[in-house]
């Protein structure tokens, strides 16, 4: 008997557990609120509370599996204090020391480059503004997902992260998807 799975690409909004249930009993937004989602679907990893963008929920362990590897790149859009240069570039491009697990570790090298301001619509709780000084954007591509990565990294080369969008995982981009949205497609691979 083949069983029919259900698939979603989804843009989390901000703010949002990556989770159907709230395990720590906070007031914060769950995925469930978005769509009647069937039963047994799952995020395939996540995205922290105050990090926004490209979600993919699956009925299918095996697909979820397959898209969590370093099989697949994933690529965020990163908004960092100060304005950053080629120099810290360089560092996020070969691999930076950052924590995990009360443990030194040197992430794998990946892709890293200043963008120019995405001009994503502004999200429900304001960053900061001009007169904190400067910022500037940087598109960060790793095929690892350790806890708070990205933020993680921006922070070991000296520019902390405000705002973390995720923007694709392998081929699949949040695109045109407005924030909150949830389209259900045919395959995930």
């Known amino acids: 008997m083949i069983k029919n799975h259900h698939?979603?690409?989804?843009?989390?909004?901000w703010g949002m557990i990556s989770q159907f249930v709230?395990?720590?009993?906070?007031?914060?937004?769950?995925l469930g609120e978005l769509f009647n989602f069937p039963k047994g679907t799952m995020a395939?990893?996540?995205l922290d509370v105050p990090s926004e963008g490209l979600l993919l929920l699956t009925t299918d362990g095996k697909v979820s599996e397959a898209i969590r590897s370093s099989k697949y790149e994933k690529e965020y859009y990163v908004q960092v204090d100060g304005?950053?240069?080629e120099n810290e570039i360089h560092q996020l491009k070969k691999g930076v020391e950052i924590g995990f697990n009360g443990k030194k570790y040197?992430?794998?090298p990946g892709k890293a480059a200043i963008i120019k301001d995405p001009n994503f619509p502004l999200r429900s709780q304001k960053i900061r503004d001009a007169r904190h000084g400067p910022t500037s954007w940087v598109s960060i591509?790793?095929?690892?997902?350790?806890?708070?990565?990205?933020?993680?990294?921006?922070?070991?080369?000296g520019f902390p992260t405000l705002r973390?969008?995720?923007v694709r995982i392998g081929k699949i981009e949040l695109g045109n998807l407005e924030v909150g949205e949830v389209l259900e497609v045919d395959s995930l691979m």
């Open 7 to 13: 698939h979603f690409v989804i843009h989390k909004p």
């Open 22 to 30: 709230n395990p720590a009993k906070r007031k914060k937004r769950l």
């Open 44 to 46: 395939i990893g996540r």
């Open 83 to 85: 304005i950053i240069t």
């Open 106 to 108: 040197l992430t794998i």
């Open 141 to 157: 591509c790793i095929r690892e997902g350790k806890f708070r990565q990205v933020r993680k990294m921006t922070a070991a080369v």
């Open 164 to 166: 973390l969008i995720r």
